[in-house]
């Protein structure tokens, strides 16, 4: 398993379009993908799951993969939320 953690910057938040952009990066993966927010963790393959958790600007989020492919799949996330504007690391 890898993981790591983001700091949104974005201020409104992770918010719909930056969070489907996200959730589309990742679904290509085969690995098991997460986003954690004040200790509920979610699908990162599902938008629901994702604005559901209501992840608010200055928070901390947890990116976590556990697969074959789990370092692209974190690679590739932390990419989208570095050009999408939703984060640093």
Known sequence: MVEK????????????????ALV????????????????????LKSI???MSLGVPSGSVVTIAAD????????EKAADVMNTEGISTQ
């Open 67 to 74: 697969g074959e492919d789990e370092n692209e799949a974190i």
């Open 24 to 43: 589309g990066a990742v679904s290509k993966f085969k690995s098991d993908i997460t986003i954690e927010h004040k200790g509920k963790k979610v699908n």
């Open 5 to 20: 953690q983001f700091t949104i910057t974005d201020e409104a938040g992770m918010h719909a379009r930056p969070a489907s």
């Open 48 to 50: 629901l799951g994702v």
